[in-house]
Nanobody
Framework: QVQLVESGGGLVQAGGSLRLSCAASGRTFSSGAVGWFRQAPGKEREFVAAINWIMAYTYYADSVKGRFTISRDSAKNTVYLQMNSLKPEDTAVYYC??????????????????WGQGTQVTVSS
């Protein structure tokens, strides 16, 4: 129903910044939420941040609060994750996900129904 494509990952030194993009295509919607998750090899998928599509209120994991910012551009059907002060522990594949018809901001992967393929973020020490 909805296709999501992440971009913007890469290799960065500790303390640096990256901005990830999640572009949505297919049938557009004006309700629901978009979230960012990350997963390192052999680790469980971890919630990072989420945003409500209509009102743009946000929620962050404690591990990234104050360093990462999630935002959306409705005209471009795109959600961004600005990542500052990156640490080696931020290294992971980052995924965006979406869910329709919710007023909340799910922080569990099971709360999302549409997923992108992920983009690799590597932070060197």
């Amino acid at each position: 129903q909805v296709q999501l494509v992440e971009s913007g990952g890469g290799l960065v030194q500790a303390g640096g910044s990256l901005r990830l993009s999640c572009a949505a295509s297919g049938r557009t919607f004006s309700s629901g939420a978009v979230g960012w998750f990350r997963q390192a090899p052999g680790k469980e998928r971890e919630f990072v941040a989420a945003i409500n599509w209509i009102m743009a209120y946000t929620y962050y994991a404690d591990s990234v609060k104050g360093r990462f910012t999630i935002s959306r551009d409705s005209a471009k059907n795109t959600v961004y994750l600005q990542m500052n002060s990156l640490k080696p522990e931020d290294t992971a594949v980052y995924y965006c996900a979406a869910v329709r018809d919710t007023l909340g901001l799910p922080s569990d992967a099971s709360g999302y129904h549409y997923w992108g393929q992920g983009t690799q973020v590597t932070v060197s020490s």
